[in-house]
């Protein structure tokens, strides 16, 4: 993934925004030596870092953000940071310089009167859509009202509440949406397979069958800032077999947040599943479900796309093993593109089994391959996962790294 050492090209209004930060900042930059600032001090730890994002408490006094900007000790610079709420409340912003393992980094929050200008990452809601762009460049689009299947296909298979198209930085589109072989597969989208609930067999993977299926049921935030994009939404689970007619067996929260970092996209991705009633769900034990990704519809059956693993493996030999990252790629109009996805080491059964199938561009994280469990009432079922998308080439080190950086992020304390 070389494209992670490219720097992003400003647009003629970022340049403008980030002139007139340092401008407001003069001032405030000759704070950052005043001991009242309150310093944070950023650890690389084992790992070199490289534009990642960095959370960081906030102190007391400081729990909204506002007011206040975030510069470096050492040289004055001013570096965007968010509010990123929390309990107790943090920020984020995206490491400015390369940073070595083992060194450290002083920053400080100053006082600062933030002048009003575009974000650098947006949501924007359309006709039952909400896209996210970084500096004007569409990052992906997520599908708030039931999208119909091609002319001709069974309405069964209409859905909502997933995500396509996902794009590159150069604006290629490295996602797929009703497949002609899979009209069930949908970019990224979440879904068990062989589930039991109150005593019915349900499958919300596969319309066809006509036993489960997913939708959108509301748009709960959005956000834009300096350093990410976020919207949050709600999903439902359906039994389509239940004796009064169609049941939610599960409530699903999806969190979706996209930085500003240079390179590839990075999303950040984070699905909640609770029970919608007193009944739990038996989630039995099957060779694929979970969160899935569909490429491209130009990388089936083409020789060049394949799927790399964190350790080593592709198509051929990768199905079933327990990776802690998967990257699918391929050619996209002539040119090598493709999506990363890395399993958080919270995950339940980290690492997780993964499905890479034979022959189709897809993919999936899917724990019920290593057998049955159960999401219980009260116990909500987490999962959370990193995904980069870029322009060029596999590139193993630049994953790894990557994967580091969401693993074993950073450490930022407040400092005396």
């Known amino acids: 993934m070389r494209a992670a050492h490219n720097s992003p090209k400003r647009t003629p209004w970022a340049a403008a925004l980030a002139l007139a930060v340092v401008s407001a900042l003069a001032a405030a930059c000759s704070s950052s030596s005043n001991p009242a600032a309150p310093r944070i001090e950023v650890s690389a730890g084992e790992h070199d870092r490289e534009a990642c994002p960095v959370v960081f408490p906030l102190p007391e006094g400081l729990r909204t953000g506002s007011g206040f900007a975030l510069v470096r000790e050492d040289t004055g610079r001013p570096v965007a940071f968010q509010y990123l709420g929390g309990d107790p409340p943090r920020g984020v912003f995206i490491l400015d310089e390369p940073l070595p393992a083992g060194s450290a980094r002083i920053y400080r929050l100053v006082p600062h009167r933030p002048r009003p200008g575009p974000p650098a990452v947006e949501t924007a809601a359309g006709r039952g859509t909400i896209t996210v762009r970084r500096r004007g460049r569409p990052v992906l689009v997520y599908h708030a009202e039931t999208v119909e299947p091609p002319e001709g296909a069974d309405p069964v298979y209409r859905r909502s509440g997933f995500i396509h198209p996902l794009y590159t930085p150069s604006g290629k589109v490295v996602t797929d949406d009703f497949p002609p072989d899979h009209l069930h597969q949908h ?230």
């Open 187 to 416: 970019g990224l989208f979440f879904a068990w397979v062989d589930t039991v609930f109150e005593g019915r067999e349900v499958d919300f993977w596969n319309q066809d069958k006509k036993l489960g299926d997913v939708i959108h049921t509301a748009i709960r935030r959005t956000v834009s800032g300096p350093v990410f994009a976020e919207f949050a939404v709600t999903l439902a689970h359906i039994d389509k077999t239940a004796p009064g007619g169609p049941k939610p067996a599960l409530q699903e929260t999806w969190t979706v947040r996209a930085y500003d970092t240079p390179g590839p996209f990075l999303i950040d991705f984070e699905s909640e599943q609770r029970t919608a009633s007193a009944s739990p769900l038996l989630v039995r034990q099957f060779r694929y479900g979970g969160f899935a990704v569909r490429g491209a519809r130009e990388w089936l059956g083409q020789p060049e796309s394949d799927f790399l693993t964190s350790e080593g493996k592709t198509r051929s030999d990768g199905n079933h093993t327990r990776p802690v990252w998967v990257e699918i790629h391929g050619l996209v109009d002539g040119a090598p593109a493709g999506v990363l996805v890395m399993s958080n080491p919270s995950n339940f059964r980290h690492p997780q089994p993964v499905r890479l199938h034979p022959s189709k561009p897809y993919f999936c994280f899917a724990p019920n391959v290593a057998g049955d469990f159960t999401i219980e009432p009260g116990r909500p079922y987490v999962s959370r996962y990193r995904i980069a998308v870029h322009d060029g080439p596999p590139d193993t080190e630049a994953n790894r790294r990557l994967y580091a950086a969401y693993a074993d992020p950073p450490e930022a304390r407040l400092r005396d």
